[in-house]
């Protein structure tokens, strides 16, 4: 590699290290027509597969030049950074000669807005139809949307790519004004619809026309700043509450602020990311996707913002000790996967087992579920064995170690 190319190569790679909204895929776009590449059971960036194998990426900006002056980004127009940008042409040779290498398994690809938000995305454009349809490419693409573009550059796009995002980067229009006031949240907003509509458009089609081309058949995510901003946890879970019920989103991704650039507007420099608060967002998170819960549960409470001391399902145990204890050979599987220490798994697996006989304490053992946490919240044929059923004494016992780290750089 030219010792330029290496260097564009290096600048771009390191821009792109603050998006964290990728993932293996799920999706199955075989080989075809002698292609090179295959992405089914394949994603994108360091993520690990179902048998535990990790999956490599090329994850990089296009440029790093941008118009806008978001204040929290590190290339945003002020600041005095080196640039760099690569051609549709060179991407797709790179992303090319690193597979064959063996080095990658796809590309994530992102991109400051360079000159406008319609240019940008035609050059995205240009990179998938090379990879596509010259070097007929068909491992895993995944893009990052330009809000702003036309409604047909993300459509084209979206027939070639395997999954896009749009990132909000701010939950509301408030921290948008305030950080990013180039940004506007309608505009945003209006490619995630599109997206959505789209993918439930092309499902139809292809019951009747099989031969139509998949419309980002991995879905769409997208990413929000932790910790830039003071909202607050309720705030940030309700946009992804709704994102969930209207728009399908396969994924909200929550990325802990890196303070990079001072401003009167930002935390300080020497603050640190708030990793733990981004943690309990994820657990939250997969509360509300697989667990059937909702926002107005786990704040049911005056708190605007999550228990750092413990994880969100066992918070709102402690706040619903009415439900507590609860007979594991009679609940159901709604119940079950409530109770502290009793995943999805675990659930499955009592009521497997109580089919056959009905579950001691032995049994539920047996099942694999956190006994630590759930031993106080449930009763086996009739007989608890854990700590008295108060919330105080439970949140001694239970409780995280003291966490050293405030839940916001806000205070």
């Known amino acids: 590699m030219k010792s330029d190319m290496y260097e564009r190569l290096t600048l771009l790679a390191d821009g792109a290290k603050y998006d964290v909204s990728c993932s293996s895929s799920g999706v199955s776009r075989k080989n075809k027509n002698n292609g090179l590449g295959n992405s089914q059971s394949f994603g994108i960036c360091h993520t690990w597969a179902?048998?535990?194998?990790?999956i490599s990426l090329m994850k990089l900006l296009m440029t790093n030049n941008c118009i806008y002056n978001c204040a929290y980004c590190v290339n945003r127009a002020e600041n005095d950074i080196p640039r760099a940008s690569l051609s549709p042409e060179e991407i797709a040779s790179l992303t090319m000669?690193?597979?064959?290498?063996?080095?990658?398994?796809g590309l994530f690809l992102s991109s400051a807005i360079e000159k406008s938000a319609d240019q940008t995305m035609e050059r995205m454009y240009q990179v998938l139809h090379l990879l596509r349809n010259v070097h007929n490419f068909n491992g895993y693409i995944h893009i990052k949307v330009i809000p702003g573009s036309q409604e047909d550059l993300v459509q084209r796009c979206g027939l070639l790519a395997d999954r896009m995002s749009v990132n909000m980067e701010l939950?509301?229009?408030?921290?948008?004004?305030?950080?990013?006031?180039?940004?506007?949240?309608?505009?945003?907003?209006?490619?995630?619809?599109?997206?959505?509509?789209d993918i439930i458009y092309n499902r139809d089609d292809r019951k009747y026309l099989?031969?139509?081309?998949?419309?980002?058949?991995?879905?769409?995510?997208?990413?929000?700043?932790?910790g830039a901003t003071p909202d607050t946890d309720r705030k940030i879970l309700s946009v992804s509450e709704k994102l969930y019920s209207q728009y399908q989103l396969k994924r909200v991704y929550y990325s802990a602020y890196v303070p990079v650039?001072?401003?009167?507007?930002?935390?300080?420099?020497?603050?640190?990311?708030?990793?733990?608060?981004?943690?309990?967002?994820?657990?939250?998170d997969w509360l509300l996707r697989f667990y059937g819960f909702t926002v107005s549960e786990l704040f049911s409470n005056a708190n605007e913002n999550m228990d750092i001391e413990m994880d969100p399902k066992l918070s709102w145990a402690l706040g619903h000790l009415e439900y507590f204890p609860l007979e594991i050979n009679r609940a159901p599987y709604s119940m079950l996967i409530r109770v502290p220490g009793i995943g999805d798994i675990?659930?499955?697996?009592?009521?497997?087992?109580?089919?056959?006989?009905?579950?001691?304490?032995?049994?539920?053992?047996?099942?694999?579920?956190?006994?630590?946490?759930?031993?106080?919240?449930?009763?086996?044929?009739?007989?608890?064995?854990?700590?008295?059923?108060?919330?105080?004494?439970?949140?001694?016992?239970?409780?995280?170690?003291?966490?050293?780290?405030?839940?916001?750089?806000?205070?």
């Open 346 to 411: 675990s659930a499955k697996k009592i009521i497997a087992e109580r089919r056959v006989r009905s579950l001691d304490f032995e049994g539920l053992k047996r099942t694999g579920c956190v006994l630590k946490k759930a031993q106080h919240f449930v009763l086996a044929k009739g007989k608890y064995y854990g700590q008295k059923l108060e919330a105080d004494v439970l949140r001694k016992v239970l409780a995280d170690k003291p966490a050293v780290q405030q839940i916001s750089i806000w205070g």
């Open 210 to 226: 099989t031969h139509t081309p998949k419309f980002v058949p991995a879905g769409q995510s997208t990413q929000v700043i932790i």
């Open 97 to 105: 000669e690193f597979y064959r290498r063996n080095y990658i398994e």
């Open 171 to 197: 939950p509301s229009k408030r921290s948008l004004s305030l950080l990013a006031p180039q940004k506007d949240l309608d505009k945003i907003l209006n490619p995630i619809k599109q997206i959505s509509r």
């Open 261 to 284: 650039n001072e401003g009167p507007n930002l935390p300080s420099l020497w603050a640190k990311p708030p990793m733990l608060r981004e943690h309990r967002l994820y657990q939250a």
């Open 50 to 54: 179902a048998d535990g194998r990790c």
